[in-house]
C-alpha cells in the first residue's frame, strides 16, 4: 500500500527557507519518479518539481533557481529544499508518486512578514 507523509511546512517570511519532507513507504523512491506541487487558497493545483528514477529534476519556471528536489534512498523520503520564499509562493504543498498516482495529505506553507 502506497503512503506518502509530508511534513516540514509552517510560517516563515519573505526571502526565508524551509525544508519540506515527503516519507514514503509501499514503494521504493529510488526507482520511481516523483513529484511536489502546490495548492493556493482558491486556484488549482499546479505543477512544482520533479525527480525521476535516473536523478533527473525538473523545475516550474516560478520555483527554478530556488526551490530544488532531492531524495535520500537510505530513508525512503524525497524532499523540497525552498529557498529566497515569496508571498506568493504560500500554498499546501502535496508529494505525489506519480506512477500509482498516489498524494500525501500536504503541508501548509505560508510566506508572509
Known amino acids: 500500500q502506497v503512503q506518502l507523509v509530508e511534513s516540514g511546512g509552517g510560517l516563515v517570511g519573505p526571502g526565508g527557507s524551509l525544508r519540506l519532507s515527503c516519507a514514503a513507504s509501499?514503494?521504493?523512491?529510488?526507482?520511481?519518479?516523483m513529484a511536489w506541487y502546490r495548492q493556493a487558497p482558491g486556484k488549482q493545483r499546479d505543477y512544482v518539481a520533479t525527480?525521476?528514477?535516473?536523478?533527473?529534476?525538473n523545475y516550474a519556471d516560478s520555483v527554478k533557481g530556488r526551490f530544488t528536489i532531492s531524495r535520500d534512498n537510505t530513508k525512503n523520503t524525497v524532499y523540497l529544499q525552498m529557498n529566497s520564499l515569496k508571498p506568493e509562493d504560500t500554498a499546501v504543498y502535496y508529494c505525489?508518486?506519480?506512477?500509482?498516482?498516489?498524494w500525501g495529505q500536504g503541508t501548509q506553507v505560508t510566506v508572509s512578514s
Open positions: 505525489s508518486h506519480l506512477r500509482s498516482g498516489s
Open positions: 509501499g514503494f521504493v523512491v529510488s526507482v520511481s519518479t
Open positions: 525527480i525521476t528514477s535516473d536523478g533527473y529534476t
